[in-house]
């Protein structure tokens, strides 16, 4: 299965404008400490928006049975993107098989693009 997603950066920081908590409401924590250490955040944060969303369309279902604070997209030494998923998401990954998900994100001063794959146990 794979999903894909792109948002528009200006749309992210409008909804971060208009709503102060969206960020709390959307993202881990080890998530807002890297858009923390960010020099640009704003494009961090799209592109782990983007992240989520083409992580929940990877299960088919979209955002049922789950929060997108279920998923955290982190990142390993490199600053490769990791995919986290807890409660509904983790419930959901298992109930499929899926053992984990591989996530490449990009982004440009107003697109982030996020592109996901999932890999599935093998029996």
Do not use: C
């Amino acid at each position: 299965m794979i999903g894909v997603d792109m948002v528009e950066i200006e749309r992210i920081k409008k909804l971060i404008e208009k709503n102060e908590r969206f960020i709390e409401r959307n993202f881990s924590e080890k998530e807002r400490i890297l858009f923390r250490e960010k020099a640009n955040p704003l494009q961090s944060i799209s592109a782990n928006f983007a992240g989520k969303e083409a992580v929940s369309k990877v299960f088919g279902t979209g955002i049922r049975g789950f929060n997108l604070n279920d998923i955290s997209i982190e990142r390993d030494d490199l600053g490769k993107p990791i995919v986290v998923l807890y409660n509904g998401a983790l419930e959901q990954a298992r109930r499929q098989r899926i053992q984990r998900v591989e996530l490449s994100l990009s982004h440009t001063s107003e697109h982030a693009i996020a592109f996901a794959i999932a890999i599935f146990e093998t029996t």
